[in-house]
Nanobody
Framework: QLQLVESGGGLVQPGGSLRLSCAAS????????IGWFRQAPGKEREGVSC??????TYADSVKGRFTISRDNAKNTVSLQMNNLNVEDTAVYTC?????????WGQGTQVTVSS
């Protein structure tokens, strides 16, 4: 079964950090472009970061705070999120596209609150 599973979400105070992980089963993530998206209540889904063929992009709102990276040994893609603020509160979902798919995970909730 081909699927993506996110983990690492939770509740964090403003200024805190979280590390999200997107794990694949049934296919090799290194062969695919990977994107992280988020959707806050009442808002459109937005792209946060993506990595494909060595090219990395970030949304302006997260530049300098978020870092996307691959761990091919674990077949995962991580999103390190630092200096979080309340505007980062959302459901974060990873997406993989390539020779098959696209594939979407179920999402993980990130809540930034004092």
């Amino acid at each position: 079964q081909l699927q993506l599973v996110e983990s690492g979400g939770g509740l964090v105070q403003p200024g805190g950090s979280l590390r999200l992980s997107c794990a694949a089963s049934g296919f090799t993530l290194d062969d695919y472009g990977i994107g992280w998206f988020r959707q806050a209540p009442g808002k459109e889904r937005e792209g946060v970061s993506c990595i494909t063929r060595g090219v990395i992009t970030y949304a302006d709102s997260v530049k300098g705070r978020f870092t996307i990276s691959r761990d091919n040994a674990k077949n995962t893609v991580s999103l390190q999120m630092n200096n979080l603020n309340v505007e980062d509160t959302a459901v974060y979902t990873c997406n993989a596209w390539g020779s098959s798919g696209p594939y979407w995970g179920q999402g993980t909730q990130v809540t930034v609150s004092s």
